[in-house]
């Protein structure tokens, strides 16, 4: 039977160099803004067709322009919500 004696890893003499991350946090937040933006225009929009000073056209574009960027920002936090998940379900 041959016995070897089990080494220890060490630790390394020089601490590993981190860099810092670019800026990217207030991306979803600018995206939820301009989704509430474009809310705003369409809500304005819709109060100009009731008062008689808007068009039914720029009204119905408006709401739909709407729809689609709260479509957007639905899937954003859908698809940041999975990443989220999939990494804290890891085993580290």
């Known amino acids: 039977m041959n016995v070897a004696a089990l080494v220890p890893d060490v630790a390394p003499d020089a601490a590993p160099v981190v860099s810092a991350l670019p800026r990217t946090g207030g ?3 600018d995206l939820v803004d301009a989704a509430g933006a474009v809310l705003g225009t369409a ?5 100009a067709f009731a008062a008689h000073r808007g068009g039914l056209q720029e009204m119905v574009v408006e709401r739909a322009r ?10 954003s936090a859908q698809r940041v919500t999975q990443g ?8 580290i």
């Not at 809500?43 to 109060?47: K, L, P, S, V, Y």
């Not at 989220?84 to 085993?91: A, E, S």
Request: charged share 15%; no cysteine; net charge negative.
């Open 84 to 91: 989220l998940q999939t990494l804290l379900g890891m085993q």
């Open 27 to 29: 991306a979803f937040g």
């Open 66 to 75: 709407a729809d689609i960027a709260l479509q957007i920002a639905a899937a």
């Open 43 to 47: 809500d304005g929009a819709e109060r």
